[in-house]
């Protein structure tokens, strides 16, 4: 993980997390989620973002929060890992921040074995735990993702394709 750049910083019941910039492809407002039957807790179901099929990440569950009611103001962060595209359910974005090596401690100098933590940096009196999506899904959550969007791709082309 860089160790300096900007990042994405989002809040779940006022405690505060964030994605590297270079990783988000945009925010946008909550929109109609489509439940999944037999998905991972986590994943909270799939949106349709310009013809893409994007899962949504309930990040409540991901991080062992209790479950609330879904509000209009709650936003999605779109952001990509290497394989794909994904939706982070979130209450609110409340910045894009800079950060510099001097404000960043790597998790491993921390504790050992912290997975999608790749750091935490001090942002005045705050401390910010910064998630490396690359590491952020179970080896089931993965799986599932990548089943259902290799189904999902099959059959948009499939009736996409010209008769």
Do not use: Y
Request: proline residues 3%; hydrophobic residues 45%.
């Amino acid at each position: 993980m860089k160790k300096n750049g900007s990042l994405v910083i989002f809040s779940l019941d006022n405690k505060c997390f964030a994605l590297n910039l270079s990783i988000v492809e945009r925010v946008i407002q909550i929109v109609k989620i489509t439940s999944l039957p037999e998905a991972p807790d986590v994943i909270q179901g799939l949106i349709n973002i310009q013809g893409n099929i994007i899962p949504v990440i309930n990040m409540r569950k991901k991080f062992h929060m209790p479950d609330r009611e879904v509000f209009l103001s709650d936003q999605l962060i779109l952001a990509h890992t290497s394989k794909w595209m994904v939706a982070l359910m979130v209450d609110c974005v409340t910045d894009v921040a800079e950060f510099s090596e001097k404000d960043f401690v790597a998790s491993e100098e921390i504790v050992s074995g912290l997975g999608a933590v790749g750091g935490v940096i001090k942002i005045k009196e705050d401390i910010i735990l910064i998630f490396d999506l690359e590491d952020f899904f179970s080896f089931d959550e993965r799986k599932f993702v990548k089943k259902t969007k290799k189904k999902l791709d099959e059959e948009l082309s499939m009736t996409s394709a010209p008769k």
